[in-house]
């Protein structure tokens, strides 16, 4: 009986091992952040997200959050999206647990060329993209965020519809940045259409100057996993605003 019991014992040890080694390490967090590379999006202002990201990640608040908040530290890669045939892995996931991983982070960021520059906005491939990369990394985290920031609605490729669904039934939660310098009511499309899952949300930026400012905040939450109450207009008067700006297929 009891070399029975030995022997159940090492086999469910085992198990549990190899299950473990399957899932990947365990972090608090695995994000995706995904940046808007498309036509709309010119040398200028994607260098504005880059220099926005780095100087985000390496932020005072930031960094206490990663020392308070993420023990086991979080998972993060970079990815450039923009047409349904151009998502581009641009900094591969890595470990952000101390400073001097945040600073290394910030470093790739910085130095991560543009890998393409031309098309229309597919979201609903960037969000199916985000899912497949956080499926197939080394990391095993307790909450799984995919962050799209844009500065345009969806125009092409996989429906926006479908895709954020298929995302949020993985158990993902999807957040926007929003950035306003062409489209004022893209916050509102962002609420409307493109976020979902547990405590997700919108931030927005004015412009691309104001990215920086819009990044650390979004990452301090993301990071906290602290929800925010936000106001927002009721949804007949989103979806009447839309449709008057030409809302399109979602």
């Known amino acids: 009986m009891a070399t029975l019991l030995l022997a159940f014992l090492l086999n469910t040890q085992g198990h549990d091992a190899s299950a473990q080694s399957v899932q990947g390490r365990p972090v608090a967090l695995e994000l995706a952040l995904l940046v808007d590379v498309s036509a709309s999006v010119n040398d200028a202002e994607f260098r504005l997200q880059t ?4 100087t985000a990640v390496t932020n005072r608040d930031v960094l206490a ?3 308070k908040f993420a023990a086991q530290g979080f998972a993060v890669c970079i990815i450039q999206w923009s047409n349904q045939k151009n998502q581009r892995l641009a900094v591969s996931w890595r470990l952000v647990a101390s400073r001097a991983d945040a600073f290394e982070f910030a470093a790739a960021i910085s130095s991560m060329p543009r890998l393409g520059d031309r098309g229309h906005t597919a979201v609903g491939d960037a969000l199916l993209f985000g899912l497949s990369e956080l499926e197939t990394n080394q990391f095993f985290g307790r909450r799984r965020v995919i962050d799209l920031s844009g500065d345009g609605r969806a ?3 996989y429906p926006l519809r479908l895709a954020r669904q298929k995302v949020i039934d993985q158990g993902v939660t999807i957040n926007g940045l929003a950035i306003l310098n062409e489209l004022p009511l893209l916050e509102q499309y962002y609420q409307r ?3 979902g899952g547990e405590d997700a949300f919108v931030i927005a930026a004015r412009d691309y100057d104001d990215f920086t400012r819009a990044m650390t905040e979004k990452l301090l939450r993301e990071i906290r996993s602290l929800p925010l ?3 927002k207009p009721p949804e007949r008067q989103i ?3 839309l449709m008057e700006k030409g809302d399109a297929e979602w």
Do not use: Q
């Open 51 to 54: 220099d926005g990201l780095a």
């Open 65 to 67: 959050a990663i020392s």
């Open 155 to 157: 125009n092409d490729g």
């Open 193 to 195: 259409y493109l976020i």
């Open 229 to 231: 109450a936000r106001n």
């Open 239 to 241: 979806k009447n605003a």
